[in-house]
T-cell receptor
Framework: GAVVSQHPSWVICKSGTSVKIECRSLDFQATTMFWYRQFPKQSLMLMATSNEGSKATYEQGVEKDKFLINHASLTLSTLTVTSAHPEDSSFYIC??????????????FGPGTRLTVL | AQKVTQAQTEISVVEKEDVTLDCVYETRDTTYYLFWYKQPPSGELVFLIRRNSFDEQNEISGRYSWNFQKSTSSFNFTITASQVVDSAVYFCALLGYNQGGKLIFGQGTELSVKP
């Protein structure tokens, strides 16, 4: 099946620093990648959708200047949390679509990145 | 509007009991897909099943079974003879054909299976 990886799996940083999270599709070309955020005991909330070579589309309430998304190739998307603060501590999950089937009927999820901001 | 409701926040059962997790959805798309995912404590989502809106056949996979009823907009998930390893958070999700690939997740149901 299609495999998606994320790096790092966990990160601890100081308040005010920036953190980059990578999402890679290992065995397929992902035309679309999605970034989700999950707070403890809550559901996954979509943050943004990115298509290769285009600007990301952010969901309402997500600060695009704080959460920078780059989808430079068909196998890599990055999420940079700029000037991170403790309230940004969360579990970030990416998913990729456009593999065997279009993203409108299947997506493949990465294992997630746990961000802790001190 | 697209919406998924999992009314059961937490369920606790004893091993070998059967348990049903409810999922009700709302969508205006005539073509859509429904999913169930399992999220163990490690956090990684585990894909369980995908169903499209034109296939109302129930499905069974080992101890897992799914009941899809368009008339009630429900897609319920039953675990037969539950095991401790089934303990996890289970999410139901909806993907509408015209929604640009946006998966809408329910709130999740935390299942605890005690020995």
């Amino acid at each position: 099946g299609a495999v998606v990886s994320q790096h790092p799996s966990w990160v601890i940083c100081k308040s005010g620093t920036s953190v980059k999270i990578e999402c890679r599709s290992l065995d397929f070309q992902a035309t679309t990648m999605f970034w989700y955020r999950q707070f403890p005991k809550q559901s996954l909330m979509l943050m943004a959708t990115s298509n290769e070579g285009s600007k990301a589309t952010y969901e309402q309430g997500v600060e695009k200047d704080k959460f920078l998304i780059n989808h430079a190739s068909l196998t890599l998307s990055t999420l940079t949390v700029t000037s991170a603060h403790p309230e940004d501590s969360s579990f970030y999950i990416c998913s990729a679509g456009g593999a065997v089937t279009p993203s409108y009927n299947e997506q493949f999820f990465g294992p997630g990145t746990r961000l802790t901001v001190l | 509007a697209q919406k998924v409701t999992q009314a059961q926040t937490e369920i606790s059962v004893v091993e070998k009991e059967d348990v049903t997790l409810d999922c009700v959805y709302e969508t205006r798309d005539t073509t859509y897909y429904l999913f169930w995912y399992k999220q163990p404590p490690s956090g990684e989502l585990v894909f369980l099943i995908r169903r499209n809106s034109f296939d109302e056949q129930n499905e069974i996979s080992g101890r897992y079974s799914w009941n899809f009823q368009k008339s009630t907009s429900s897609f319920n998930f039953t675990i037969t003879a539950s095991q401790v390893v089934d303990s996890a958070v289970y999410f139901c999700a909806l993907l509408g054909y015209n929604q640009g690939g946006k998966l809408i997740f329910g709130q999740g149901t935390e299942l605890s299976v005690k020995p």
